[in-house]
């Protein structure tokens, strides 16, 4: 069953750059996609058009059979609250408490004066003392955010993203900042929610041998546009080149050099 | 590599041109000055002359009269009430204002522009000017100098903290944003953690200016101790005068490093 559906999905941000031309794509309930591309691709652009971070300039863009392009701002926070977001740098409030940081997660069905009180219903807090349970790091709830590693914040991003009991997930460049063998355990984390959950993962990544230990499907953009879209077991060396547009060299790769040079 | 030699050693007009623009600098510094100096009747043998009655000035003030100080406690209490409700309220109008001046919490162009606006008229105006004014507006004492204080610490308050404000990691917002927070759960849980210490801090600064400035408002009719300089001065009372500026000096210290060891301890 199709979860995400874009036709003819173009952004032009107000400066003129064309970050999506015209994409085409049909993602499957369930799937776990990898994006991959040169930085200025649109990866970025694509999976916050999908949360309406950034608003379309052309096209569509089907959610679970609705469109999405217009929705009120109170049906836009509603939306927003299904689908679950990683970023880059964690995007956390460092001087907040990790436990504070995943109740943001919570929001969406607290009545806005309890969150405004910090009141929040005690299933709410057990919900997310659950979440950060599953990625492993539940005795540092009461941690400030910025005392934890450069992984654990990580990890209490993705445990936020899963307090919003989300149909969809998505993560920017979710290890771009982390060392090898971190960036080894979030994608584990990531893949392993999407089995167990079966919630719809998409994951940015420029990182070709992580696309393809974990993705089970690839999606290529190069300049905004979609260029590849195939099963990550069947990508060529020759087609991540394609994608790229120029040879594919050593920082292409996390596992070698391509780590140590970041 | 003749381009290289010639970029490292300047030619002798370039070295001609770079004084002559030093002397016409300078020449119109000291045009500026002269042109000021002539305006405001400044000589040198006036500062000369005038001298001696300076230091009788300061004899006359030798000793203080220390008796005096009972008569201070009252309007030193003011100074400080004056001060304190002053920096409290114009903190809670200062809220709402840097909100709307920051322009990564709102969105909102023409709201942001004119919140700026005022925020910028309301810094331009001195807080003795006010006081001036408002003694005008509701008549003499430390209301009118409470009111002073309260227009001058929003303006001041809200130009520090939004300026910091914008200057937030935008990470977290964005992040709520993502969850479906509204508005002012974002305020509460993105912004307000990060800009909670700064604000403070500068609410602490601008305390600080408070009683500063409070000690002097009753010199336009605003209440406070400033009251009994002016009069202590008018009527040549000189020992009371430096009984005042002394109380004056040593409260000013006092709150400026007691204000300085809590910003350290919030940053």
Known sequence: MVIIECQGLSVTYPGGVQALKDVDLKIDDGEFVIVVGLSGAGKSTLLRTINRLVDPTGGRI????????????????EYRSQVGMIFQNFNLVKRSSVLRNVLAGRLRGVPT???????FPKEDVAEALSCLERVGIKEKAKSRADELSG????????????????????????????????????????????????????????FIDLAKEYGEKIIGLREGK????????????????????????????????????? | MSEATSSK??????????????????????????????????????IIFELPSFFNLLWDMV???????????????????????????????AIPLILLAANNVNR???????????????????PMLYAAILVAGVGLGAFAGMLALTFFSMAINAKLTSESLEAIDNGPLEALEACGGNKLEMIKYAVAPQIMPTFASYTLFVFEINIRASTVLGLVGAGGIGVNLNTSLNLFRYPNAAMVLLTTFVIVVLIDQLSNVLREELV
């Open chain 1, 113 to 119: 004066w309890r969150t405004l009180l910090g009141l």
């Open chain 2, 9 to 46: 050693k300047p030619s002798r007009l370039v070295l001609i041109m770079g004084k002559i623009k030093g002397i016409i600098v300078i020449a119109l510094i000291a045009a500026v000055y002269i042109w000021s100096a002539r305006g405001v009747g400044f000589s040198l043998f006036e």
């Open chain 2, 108 to 126: 909102n162009k023409p709201l942001y522009y004119v919140s700026k606006g005022f925020m910028n008229l309301a810094r331009t105006i001195d």
């Open chain 1, 226 to 262: 979609l260029v590849y879209e195939g099963l990550a077991d069947e990508i060529t060396e020759e087609e991540f080149e394609e994608i790229y547009g120029r040879s594919i060299t050593a920082e292409d790769q996390l596992g070698a050099g391509g780590g140590a040079n970041v």
């Open chain 1, 151 to 206: 992984g654990q914040q990580q990890r209490v991003g993705i445990a936020r993203a899963l307090a919003q009991d989300p149909k969809i997930l998505l993560a920017d460049e979710p290890v771009a900042s982390l060392d090898p063998p971190t960036s080894h355990a979030v994608m584990k984390d990531l893949k392993r929610i999407n089995e167990e959950d079966g919630i719809t993962t998409i994951v940015n990544l420029h």
């Open chain 1, 62 to 77: 089907k959610v679970d059979g609705r469109v999405i392009n217009e929705l009120s701002k109170k049906e836009l926070k």
């Open chain 2, 63 to 93: 000793p203080p009269n220390w008796a005096y100080f009972v008569r201070l406690i009252g309007p030193l209490l003011e100074t400080f009430q004056t001060a304190i409700t002053g920096t409290i309220l114009g903190t809670l109008l």
